[in-house]
């Protein structure tokens, strides 16, 4: 079984500010991992993805994330938020080897104060 | 390229209809996931079809029901439509190599039921 938890539904940070959008999972073998963002009336879009390998991922629009076992956690980060920022999050785990049944969080959406 | 699309875009239809939703992946992709996203919810996985046959399913009932065509496109069928079955279904399409590659999803189809 799998299952993704997204700490805070609602988060906001100032334009130019720090963005810590925080997951955690469960997985009872080793996740795939994934970050997407939706916005308003559209559909998901992939930020990053760690599959194996470097636990600090890059992705798109300058966030990244990093993979922590001990912690079970994969928080997904930018230094300095912008205005088009402003979107929901959403954390999503699928297992290795099997078929690509994502498990998804409720989301986070991101308000990015001017 | 095209990518994942949808039809139609909006649909509303009464308690204890029937509906139909379209799909058509990304070229070059053979997988073909759904996912119902209820209002300020996560996607919740519905069912993937690949080589033309169910290959796994969420916990939806039996009312939910789905096809792949020869050419990969998707149909998501809904009967006896309830008043939670409004929502956004998102398709999402792959190549079926197992977790870890990811899916690019269309833009949704919002279903309104009254």
């Known amino acids: 079984a799998q299952s993704v938890t997204q700490l805070g539904s609602h988060v906001s940070v100032s334009e130019g500010a720090l963005v810590l959008l925080r997951c955690n999972y469960s997985s009872s073998v080793p996740p795939y991992l994934f970050w997407y963002v939706q916005y308003p009336n559209q559909g998901l879009q992939l930020l990053l993805k760690y599959t194996t390998g470097a636990t600090l991922v890059k992705g798109i629009n300058g966030f990244e994330a990093e993979f922590k076992k001990s912690e079970t956690s994969f928080h997904l980060t930018k230094p300095s938020a912008h205005m088009s920022d402003a979107a929901e999050y959403f954390c999503a785990v699928t297992t290795r080897g099997g078929y690509q049944k994502v498990t998804f969080g409720t989301g986070t959406k991101l308000q990015v104060i001017p | 390229d095209a990518g994942v699309t949808q039809s139609p875009t909006h649909l509303i239809k009464t308690r204890g209809q029937q509906v139909t939703l379209r799909c058509s992946p990304k070229s070059g992709h053979d997988t073909v996931s759904w996912y119902q996203q209820a209002l300020g919810q996560g996607p919740q996985f519905i069912f993937q079809?690949?080589?033309?046959?169910?290959?796994q399913r969420g916990n939806f009932p039996d009312r939910f029901s789905g096809h792949q065509f020869p050419n990969y496109s998707s149909e998501l069928n809904v009967n006896a439509l309830l008043l939670g079955d409004s929502a956004l279904y998102l398709c999402?399409?792959?190549?079926?190599?197992?977790?870890?590659?990811?899916?690019?999803f269309g833009p949704g189809t919002r279903l309104t039921v009254t």
């Open positions: 999402a399409s792959s190549l079926a190599a197992g977790g870890g590659d990811e899916q690019y």
């Open positions: 079809y690949y080589e033309e046959e169910e290959r």
